[in-house]
């Protein structure tokens, strides 16, 4: 059982489903080739997959080319269906830093196959995830600046303010799909950057005003 926190205010919470949106940034859709969607791409990682601060992403043999993505994390506070996008921020109990692990090669061999690529997604390690700051600490989740450094170097700095579907929108139409339940994390999508990782790498994920992680990469 995985949990996260929000130390502010000495809740925690254990980790249910955690929902991810891909394709939400125009840039980083153009540098991996890929399609504009119609509507937001959801993909599912396992809470498993979550590490926390001072952890290590442990690339599985099956992979030569992992990626990473930073993320805002948004954890869900409460129980919704069909929640309208004005009521959608009220079910958020807090934001996060999250790094959306990718075994880039593995993804790209089963989407040419027709295949779902949950393996590239929901390996174990694949979700570094920072401490929450609660939801009224963050005065729009719309004004934030990602940034991650690799081995010191910035690789993604990126405004949240480009998001295609903004954190009220994603809530709204993920709720049209599936119950969300207090615990539920969502991963809003990554701005442009990403790039591979190898053993001996350092990671740091930084949104200001949100919080930080760091992890270092090595083989299993």
């Not at 480009?162 to 994390?185: N, Q, R």
Request: charged share 20%; net charge negative; hydrophobic share 40%.
């Amino acid at each position: 059982m995985k949990t996260v926190c929000i130390p502010s205010t000495d809740n925690e919470f254990i980790i249910g489903k955690i929902l991810c949106i891909g394709r939400n940034y125009v840039e980083h859709i153009k540098e991996l080739g890929n399609e504009t969607p119609s509507d937001p791409v959801v993909f599912m990682k396992p809470a498993s997959s979550v590490i926390k601060d001072g952890s290590s992403v442990i690339i599985p043999p099956i992979s030569t080319d992992c990626h990473y993505e930073a993320e805002l994390a948004v954890l869900v506070a409460k129980e919704g269906k069909n929640i309208s996008e004005i009521e959608a921020l009220s079910y958020i109990a807090g934001y996060g830093v999250a790094i959306d692990m990718t075994l880039r090669d593995v993804q790209d061999s089963l989407k040419k196959k027709g295949l779902p690529w949950e393996i590239a997604k929901g390996f174990d390690t694949a979700c570094p995830l920072s401490d929450f700051v609660s939801a009224a600490e963050v005065a729009d989740p719309q004004n934030l600046t990602i940034r991650l450094l690799l081995n010191g170097k910035e690789k993604q700095n990126g405004s949240t303010g480009l998001m295609i579907h903004p954190v009220a929108k994603i809530i709204s139409y993920l709720s049209g799909i599936f119950t969300l339940e207090e615990g539920d994390i969502i991963l809003t999508g990554t701005p442009a950057g990403v790039g591979r990782v190898i053993s001996g790498d350092k990671m740091e994920a930084i949104i200001e005003g949100v919080g930080k992680i760091t992890v270092t990469v090595a083989n299993s």
